[in-house]
């Protein structure tokens, strides 16, 4: 019998050059994932708040100094020479800007907040045509969108068939969050109720901002499932929304944001994606600052984060959350860890796209590489 011997033949390791572009909870998190690895170079820092202005990275982050300064210049690190800019903004048109020039500039960038698919968006040519000019890529993460309700359904739907209609639902606890501006400014918390429902004049942006990331989401998913045609009428819509105010005044303790009582300390929603008038695919969130608001809130921190149904044969049923560990002592922590290691792993595919708008579906399977 004759003896087989196999030679591996060394890689060289490919580095990438990061800008990590804004400081916040989540992306100090990425900060960590990339000092950790060898793939990984982080070449600058973009910060939103003065008082991070001028300070090391690594130094925000809790893991000692690392050479790099965040900056508010945010001019100055345009031109800084990078492989990709991780992007934790609050999405809005300022943000369509600034990906815009960011991919003019030669740089691959990956939005945690969106756009998602930007071909049923009214930015798809601006994004496009900067992505084409810079020749490089541009893709929107998370993970809502970005995981629950389109990624995940997407690979589940290889098990099933004659797909009926797919549901998905996140129930978040943010009392462990550390991001006060984006818990009070972006999610509302604190206001009064008065002030957070879609027909308010503070609420109503937030909502419109769900149906449109959603709608995204929802349409990926379906064009993956061959729901979408030339024809096809594609409609995403409200269908409910709840609040619920502080059954007392408490603080948020890890950020500081207090919530008086009877002010918003919790929320909900659905939103329903038709595919030519048939309801095919619901989300339904609700965001809590506090366990144990009521009767159909989230009861404990230790819930699970989240669901998805699949009516289809064989109808399939999936539900998951993190799990604390010695890392993250509490599954909110976790939460956070899930979106920062979703926006690294996807360093590598996004960079070696093609040039143009990347949806998941345009994108290998992304594994761990940190």
Request: with cysteine.
């Given at each position: ?20 572009w ?11 994932l ?12 973009v ?9 090391d ?5 809790g ?20 492989d990709?800019?991780?992007?934790n ?13 960011l ?64 549901w998905?639902?996140e ?37 419109a ?47 500081g ?13 659905e ?12 989300i ?5 600052a ?21 009516s ?9 959350g ?7 002592p509490?599954?909110?922590?976790g ?15 996004v ?7 990347a ?10 590489v940190?």
């Amino acid at each position: 019998m004759t003896q087989m011997t196999y030679r591996l033949t060394p890689v060289a390791l490919k580095r990438y050059r990061v800008i990590q572009w804004f400081t916040g909870q989540i992306a100090l998190e990425q900060v960590r994932l990339m000092n950790r690895s060898q793939h990984f170079e982080l070449v600058g820092a973009v910060c939103y708040h003065a008082e991070k202005d001028g300070r090391d990275v690594g130094d925000l982050a809790g893991i000692g100094p690392i050479g790099i300064t965040a900056t508010t210049d945010a001019d100055a690190m345009m031109a800084v020479d990078a492989d990709a800019v991780l992007l934790n903004g609050v999405g809005g048109e300022a943000e369509i800007d600034l990906i815009e020039q960011l991919l003019q500039s030669g740089k691959n960038v990956i939005s945690i907040m969106g756009p998602w698919d930007a071909r049923v968006g009214p930015y798809a040519d601006r994004l496009r045509k900067a992505a084409e000019a810079g020749n490089v890529s541009f893709h929107g993460a998370g993970n809502m969108p970005g995981m629950l309700n389109d990624v995940l359904p997407s690979v589940l739907s290889s098990y099933t068939g004659d797909i009926k209609r797919i549901w998905t639902q996140e129930r978040s606890y943010h009392g462990t969050y550390r991001g006060r501006d984006a818990l009070e400014r972006f999610l509302g918390y604190g206001r009064p109720l008065s002030e957070h429902g879609p027909d308010t004049e503070a609420g109503a942006p937030l909502v419109a901002g769900y149906v449109d990331a959603f709608h995204q989401a929802h349409y990926t998913l379906a064009d993956s499932c061959g729901k979408i045609g030339d024809t096809t009428a594609f409609e995403t819509r409200l269908t409910n929304y709840d609040a619920v105010g502080a059954p007392e005044d408490f603080v948020i303790e890890t950020c500081g944001l207090p919530i008086d009582k009877g002010t918003v300390a919790g929320f909900r929603y659905e939103i329903t994606s038709s595919v030519d008038g048939e309801p095919w695919a619901v989300i339904e969130v609700e965001h809590v600052a506090q366990v144990g608001l009521g009767q159909g809130w989230r009861e404990t921190v230790e819930d699970l984060e989240f669901a998805i149904s699949i009516s289809g044969h064989p109808s399939i049923e999936f539900r998951f959350g993190t799990v604390p560990d010695d890392t993250s002592p509490t599954a909110t922590m976790g939460l956070v860890e899930l979106n920062a290691a979703r926006i690294v792993n996807l360093i590598p595919a996004v960079v070696a796209a093609p040039p143009g708008l990347a949806t998941y579906m345009d994108l290998p399977i992304i594994t761990a590489v940190h």
